[in-house]
Each structure stands twice: as structure tokens, then as C-alpha cells.
């Protein structure tokens, strides 16, 4: 069994700050990748940011510049620094784990999702 546990989300104004993290624990045997992706009302989730084992990082161009993705490998935990926030930043964002589990199989995870409101 996986769990992951999303922190940070809030209110905050345009141009503010906000950090998202996520903690991962379970069966988890190593992990491949961790990520951020958001969905806005009305919208399909989309990606916002990833980073890989080796700390390779992908980003939106939309969150290209502002938004930074980082993580903690000793800790199992991803997090994401979102600067300069935007109005249409506002969103559930979700972490996801992809990782190799206990057994041996690949699985993708989902956290639960935390709100993130920009106002302008």
C-alpha cells in the first residue's frame, strides 16, 4: 500500500508565493518519478511539472520560469515552488508517483489533491 500526503495548497495573491510538497511512503521499492499536475474547472488535468530519479525536470510552458520542481530522494518527497502566481494558476493540483513497487511491478499513484487559489 502507497500513500502520499500533499501540503501547501491556500489562497494567495497575484505575483505571491506558494510550496507544494508531497511525502511518499508504502511499499515502494525505488522510484522513478514524481510530478505535479493540475486541473481547473471545466478543464482536463494537465501536467505541470516531473522530475526523475536522475533529477531531470520537465515543466509546462506555461509554469516555465515561475515554478521550480525539486525533491528529496532520502525522504521520498517532491515539491514544487510556484512564484510570480497567476489568476489561471488557480487549480487542484496533484502529485503523482511513479514508482517500482515491493513486487517488482510498475505502478503509477495519485494523491487526493490539494486546492490552490490565485486571486487577482
Known amino acids: 500500500q502507497v500513500r502520499l500526503v500533499e501540503s501547501g495548497g491556500g489562497l494567495v495573491q497575484a505575483g505571491g508565493s506558494l510550496n507544494l510538497s508531497c511525502a511518499a511512503s508504502?511499499?515502494?521499492?525505488?522510484?522513478?518519478?514524481m510530478g505535479w499536475s493540475r486541473q481547473a474547472p471545466g478543464n482536463q488535468r494537465e501536467l505541470v511539472a516531473r522530475?526523475?530519479?536522475?533529477?531531470?525536470?520537465n515543466y509546462a510552458d506555461s509554469v516555465k520560469g515561475r515554478f521550480t520542481i525539486s525533491r528529496d530522494n532520502a525522504k521520498k518527497t517532491v515539491y514544487l515552488q510556484m512564484n510570480s502566481m497567476k489568476p489561471e494558476d488557480t487549480a487542484v493540483y496533484y502529485c503523482?508517483?511513479?514508482?517500482?513497487?515491493?513486487?517488482?511491478?510498475?505502478?503509477?499513484?495519485w494523491g487526493q489533491g490539494t486546492q490552490v487559489t490565485v486571486s487577482s
Open positions: 503523482n508517483l511513479d514508482y517500482i513497487q515491493s513486487r517488482g511491478s510498475r505502478r503509477d499513484y
Open positions: 508504502g511499499s515502494i521499492f525505488s522510484i522513478n518519478a
Open positions: 522530475i526523475t530519479s536522475s533529477g531531470s525536470t
